[in-house]
């Protein structure tokens, strides 16, 4: 199982660091599917830092998806991010990580199982259960 939670706003990104604080377990936040185009790199960048203030001995990473742009991946490089996913397959994907690692930034390949935030009433229960479920 996967410890990534997609996280649509600064509330989802904090209930998902409360409830990796309380669980004790590292977690992934992962902006929604093109979210650099929509959102934008800084204020997903933002919305990671405010919440990670609140939060700081959480150990996290956080993750822009922007999408099959690869343009939008370089701007959320220049603008910070330090962990983008872009979904234009493996040959475009290394060329993006070795500019990302001479960034000292990461291309995202992870795949599983994610928690989508979007529609939860209570995001934070839902957090709790999920990286409960993890393998300790």
Not at 26 to 46: E, N
Not at 76 to 84: E, P, S, Y
Not at 89 to 96: D, H, Q, V
Request: glycine residues 8%; negative net charge.
């Amino acid at each position: 199982m996967s410890n990534a939670i997609i996280i649509h706003s600064l509330e989802h990104a904090q209930a998902a660091l409360q409830a990796a604080q309380a669980v004790g377990v590292q977690v992934t936040l992962v902006s929604p599917a093109g979210a650099a185009a929509t959102l934008g790199a800084t204020v997903f960048r933002d919305i990671v830092a405010q919440a990670a203030e609140a939060y700081p001995d959480v150990d996290f990473q956080a993750v822009l998806d922007c999408g099959d742009d690869p343009g939008l991946a370089l701007g959320a490089l220049r603008h910070g991010i330090k962990v983008v996913r872009i979904s234009n397959g493996p040959e475009l994907s290394e060329k993006l990580a070795d500019i990302a690692g001479q960034r000292g930034a990461t291309v995202y390949t992870e795949t599983g199982d994610e928690l989508d935030l979007y529609d939860m009433t209570n995001p934070a229960a839902a957090c709790r259960a999920w990286l409960k479920e993890l393998p300790q």
